[in-house]
Nanobody, 124 residues
Framework: QVQLVESGGGLVQPGGSLRLSCTAS????????IGWFRQAPGKEREGVSC????????YYADSVKGRFTISTDNAKNTVYLQMNSLKPEDTAVYYC?????????????????WGQGTQVTVSS
């Protein structure tokens, strides 16, 4: 059974940093694409970043380029999202998602397995 668990969210001041973790059970990341998404109140779910299992290619939404970094630790079966220079508009529930396959995508409909989400609040 595929399970994804996010952690690391919290309250941070503008300009601060957080590192989110997405730990998987029931499968290994070797053959799965992983994506990070977020959803703010009243807004649609937005793709933030994703990584391909085949070649490690990474992709970012324009709104987070240069500030967020996605990475994997296969030994821990965990994917991280390092978030720096956080802004109030980054406030949202952040989700990780997994999809079997060699490619990757920032489109939420492409993913079949989702975590429960972790809240990130950027406020002074």
């Amino acid at each position: 059974q595929v399970q994804l668990v996010e952690s690391g969210g919290g309250l941070v001041q503008p300009g601060g940093s957080l590192r989110l973790s997405c730990t998987a059970s029931g499968f290994t990341f070797d053959n799965y694409a992983i994506g990070w998404f977020r959803q703010a109140p009243g807004k649609e779910r937005e793709g933030v970043s994703c990584i391909s299992s085949s070649d490690g290619s990474t992709y970012y939404a324009d709104s987070v380029k240069g500030r967020f970094t996605i990475s994997t630790d296969n030994a821990k079966n965990t994917v991280y999202l390092q978030m720096n220079s956080l802004k109030p508009e980054d406030t949202a529930v952040y989700y990780c998602a997994a999809q079997y396959g060699a490619s990757t995508s920032l489109l939420s409909d492409w993913y079949t397995d989702w975590g429960q989400g972790t809240q990130v609040t950027v406020s002074s």
